[in-house]
């Protein structure tokens, strides 16, 4: 699926609709700690990814301070990771995520009126390839390109195995 995505995004790519394989992967690699999982789900979202679009770096959406302790990693991390090892991009861990309320569980007006609160802690690419797992309401790409384009990101593309829409 690709369509314009929230402000600041200009194309968001997504490999399938939340359900089914992209469930399946999604839930493995964020519950169940199989983090090959991530190599799987790479391989299919640079497959969706058109061949025009080019990128800078790879930048993974930063998961809350709690969730990573909690995890020990970071989902949305290991799939920028493993796309930037196989699309041959610098990963750029250039966004941090303050403790704002978890999304996961809220309803999609109160992911839209108080969205995660992101910032940018290192320079960001020119051209990015945002990568998260899912795209839901879009409440955290949005914020997210924000602090990308704050930071002089020209063209911000989100890449996500599924979406929840």
């Known amino acids: 699926m690709r369509e314009p995505g929230p402000p600041g995004i200009d194309l968001v790519v997504s490999v399938s609709p939340f359900e089914g394989v992209a469930r399946w992967i999604v839930h493995g690699l964020k519950f169940g700690r199989r983090l090959s999982l991530a190599g799987v789900a790479a391989d299919a979202m640079l497959r969706a990814l058109p061949e025009a679009e080019s990128a800078d770096g790879v930048v993974p959406t930063p998961p809350s ?18 796309t930037a090892e ?6 750029d861990r250039c966004l941090r ?10 309803r999609r007006w109160e ?3 108080d ?12 051209h990015v390839l945002l990568v998260d797992d899912v795209w839901t309401t879009g409440a ?10 704050g930071a002089g990101a020209r063209r911000v593309v989100a890449l996500t195995l599924a979406h929840a829409l």
């Open 65 to 82: 301070p709690w969730r990573w302790r909690w995890r020990g990693f970071d989902p949305a991390e290991e799939l920028a990771i493993a």
């Open 86 to 91: 196989r699309a041959g991009l610098p990963l």
């Open 97 to 106: 995520r303050g403790r704002g309320r978890r999304q996961v569980g809220r």
């Open 111 to 113: 992911r839209l009126t």
């Open 115 to 126: 969205p995660p609160r992101v910032w940018i802690a290192d320079p960001a690419p020119r």
């Open 140 to 149: 955290t790409l949005g914020a997210c390109a924000e602090a990308l384009r």
